[in-house]
Every structure is written in C-alpha cells, then in structure tokens.
C-alpha cells in the first residue's frame, strides 16, 4: 500500500509539472496573438480597435517596449501627440536602446517644440549600459581581486603581476559602483507627468481665470509637486512653477517601478 501510494504520489507531481508549462505557454500564446491581431488593425488604420487591443495586454499585465511603440503610432496616426510621446516614453524606459522609439520622439520633438526633462550625453551612455552588463563587470571584478590575491599567496615572487590583477579589479569593482549609482540617480521621478493635452496653460493659482505663467506644448513633461481638488501644482523643465488642470496630464510611469530596468 505504502509502494502504491508513493507511486501515485510521484504520477500527481508529474501531472503538476507538465500542466504548468502548458499553461503558461497557452497564455503566451493568446497574448502573442492579440498582439499580432492589433498589430494587423493598425496596418489597416483601425487605430481605436488597435489601441483596444493593445491595451488589453496592458491589462492583463503585459508590458514590453514594442508594445508601447505600436501604441505610439496608433496615436500618432489619430494625432494624439501628446499621448503619442508618453507611449514612446515608456517604450525607452523599459528599452533605453529601441532605436524606433528613440526616432520617433525626435521627431515628434523637433515637430512640436514640446520640452522635456534632457538627460546629458553622459547620463543617456550610461542609462544605455544593461543592467547584466553592469552585474557581469562586479562579479568579474571580485573573481580578479580574489584571483590576484591567491596568485599573491601561491607565486610569492610574481608581486608586480598579482598586484597589477587585483588593482584591475578594484578598477572594475569602481566602475561598476560607479555606473550603478549614477543610474539609479537619473531613474524617472514617480511623480514624472507628460502633457496629453493640447496647448495646455500653467496658471499662477488653481483657477480657469488666474494669470497664465507658461503655455506647454503636448508632449512636455512636469514634475507633480501638490495637488489641490482638480489642479496639480507642477515644476516645468525650464523651472517655472503653477497650478495645470490634472485632466491635461498623464503619469508617464503608473505601472510598478519596478517593472523598468
């Protein structure tokens, strides 16, 4: 009895085994579809369906830069700018490197005159750097030190090579720390916005009548610093500060943080 029940037991943890994969694979395979069947209703301009489509990945959680990007042309071809460079946003923020997204929003950028947060040629090389490089260069910087210092122990007489390894390891070990603070520095701010409005006014106080202190194109970013019943008080790229209508802007990020890279 005790040989049938582990042999029954064994059959049960099989049978959990293979169903999961199948599952999952299932799974992908719908979304895979839906993607493809979105992405065929933009080909024919059906954007509205195309965007239903796609945003139904969104939400069953299935978020990818390509993703983004067609969502970014579907809105580009409707002439929703504003929304068109928030989709393109959030394709570089989980892909720095997409060169379709990148193009794009130049584009859009030289075409609209819309302002954003501009990151230095330095910070975008280092934005660019994938994490698993990053992680490859920290564990190849311990493996050296350690290296070095048991060369040191087992060849007394080779000091000058033993040292000239460990010293590159800790050049390695510096580089990585570097990188890694300097990208969690220019991560986006969670309370990041993007104009999704057309010719959206920043007011010196919440209220339709007051002064007008900037107008922003779509497409601009802010940064949200207190809200008040339907107005955000919010911070410009060029440092001016006022009160906009909270329908005029849209989180660039309101997904899980970390979701990006």
Do not use: C
């Amino acid at each position: 009895q005790y040989q049938k029940l582990k042999t029954f037991s064994i059959i049960v943890y099989l049978a959990l085994i293979l169903a999961r994969p199948e599952k999952s694979l299932g799974q992908n395979q719908s979304n895979n579809d839906l993607f493809r069947r979105a992405a065929k209703e933009l080909e024919n301009n059906n954007f509205d369906q195309a965007l239903n489509y796609f945003n139904t990945l969104i939400n069953k959680g299935h978020f990818a830069p390509e993703l983004f990007l067609k969502i970014g042309n579907a809105h580009y071809k409707k002439n929703n700018i504003g929304k068109a460079v928030l989709a393109y946003k959030r394709a570089i923020l989980l892909s720095p490197n997409l060169p379709e997204a990148r193009q794009n929003l130049k584009f859009l950028k030289e075409s609209q005159a819309f302002i954003d947060f501009e990151k230095s040629t330095f910070e975008t090389f280092i934005n660019r750097i994938p994490l698993s490089a990053v992680s490859w260069i920290l564990v190849t910087s311990l493996w050296m030190i350690g290296a070095g210092i048991i060369f040191r122990i087992l060849k007394p007489k080779s000091r000058i090579l033993s040292i000239a390894i460990i010293a590159t390891g800790f050049s390695m070990l510096f580089l990585s720390f570097f990188t890694s603070r300097h990208q969690d520095k220019s991560k986006l701010p969670p309370n990041s916005h993007i104009i999704t409005s057309t010719n959206a006014l920043i007011r010196s106080s919440p209220n339709d009548t007051a002064s007008t202190v900037r107008e922003l194109s779509s497409g601009s970013d802010v940064i949200v610093i207190s809200e008040r019943s339907n107005w955000s008080y919010v911070e410009t790229p060029d440092n001016l500060r006022g009160w906009i209508r909270k329908d005029y802007i849209t989180k660039t990020w309101p997904y899980e943080m970390n979701l990006i890279p």
